[in-house]
């Protein structure tokens, strides 16, 4: 029997599909297409972007002094993402195939393709860069705690949290003692290759 949880999940999903639908139609539009991942410009596409980029001069120009002395603690934090990356992935490489649990695919998370629009000059290309990585990791560092969380700990928080995870809705209730192991081996079963883990739901 489907759950309302399981409607609600199956609900988001559509929704996300039709988001998907929506750019994929915008695109034609724009007039890009996506070939092997890579994205093709129709012919003339380009020359008109390049037309309308700022030139860096001029771009620097209109600079406020304020973003001149924020920007280097923005981009210190290069820093500590970097090491993020590094650490997690060292981690779910070494501990998620133990577990059986699937690893995450990076690639899937992180994007950096904004750069090759001809619109953009040089220091908008490098910010673009820079955003699609970190926003793009946050997301694949995300990923990879809520399995680690669906693995360990598939409970529910008593209060409400800003925001969650995609494993987060099927976790087990606050509360609810009787069903926790049935729970957690459910929890498991989502996340693990089948045959892998060998592990008991207690762990």
């Not at 928080?157 to 009787?178: L, T, W």
């Amino acid at each position: 029997m489907t759950s309302q949880t399981d409607k609600l999940l199956q609900q988001i999903r559509d929704l996300q599909d039709e988001i998907e639908a929506d750019i994929r139609a915008r695109s034609a539009a724009f007039r890009y297409r996506l070939d092997n991942g890579r994205v093709v410009f129709e012919e003339g596409i380009r020359a008109q972007h390049r037309a309308l980029r700022v030139r860096l001069s001029a771009f620097l120009r209109r600079t406020r002094p304020l973003t001149v002395i924020t920007a280097p603690v923005i981009y210190a934090l290069i820093l500590p993402f970097v090491l993020l990356d590094l650490f997690v992935t060292i981690y779910q490489r070494i501990c998620f195939p133990v577990y059986g649990i699937e690893r995450v695919r990076r690639a899937d998370f992180i994007r950096i393709d904004r750069h090759h629009l001809a619109y953009l000059n040089g220091l908008q290309k490098l910010n673009c860069i820079y955003c699609g990585y970190c926003n793009g990791l946050i997301g694949y560092v995300q990923e990879v705690a809520g399995r680690t969380e669906a693995y360990w700990c598939p409970i529910k928080h008593a209060a409400r949290i800003g925001a969650h995870h995609a494993y987060y809705a099927q976790f087990v209730d606050y509360g609810d003692a009787e069903g926790f192991h049935e729970g957690l081996a459910r929890s498991r079963t989502h996340i693990t290759k089948p045959g892998l883990s060998g592990h008991s739901p207690e762990g």
